[in-house]
């Protein structure tokens, strides 16, 4: 599922010519603490921690979250396709 969810993301991006796209763990009023509605990261990469990034390109998908969350996002990214940082 987060694969194709990726994938078609890619595809968008292709037709609007966009080279990377950022999803952050925020709202956009720039909240820590999002409800269902604004979590757009937990939704395309299945990592539901509460701090980290995903940036998508269209070879590479990566999420940079802190310490804390490295063995959780390790276990929620397996099989994703998406890189740990």
């Known amino acids: 599922m987060i694969k ?7 595809e968008l991006m292709q037709k609007q010519k966009i080279d990377a796209y950022v999803i952050p763990s925020t709202d956009p009023h720039g909240s820590e603490y999002v409800p269902a509605l604004w979590q757009r990261r937990a939704w ?42």
Request: hydrophobic share 40%; aromatic share 10%.
């Open 4 to 10: 194709q969810r990726i994938q078609k993301l890619r």
């Open 44 to 85: 395309i990469s299945g990592f539901d921690g509460s701090a980290g990034d995903v940036i998508v390109t269209m070879e590479k998908a990566g999420l940079w979250t802190d310490s804390r969350y490295f063995l959780q996002a390790e276990q929620q990214l397996a099989g994703t396709g998406i890189d740990l940082f």
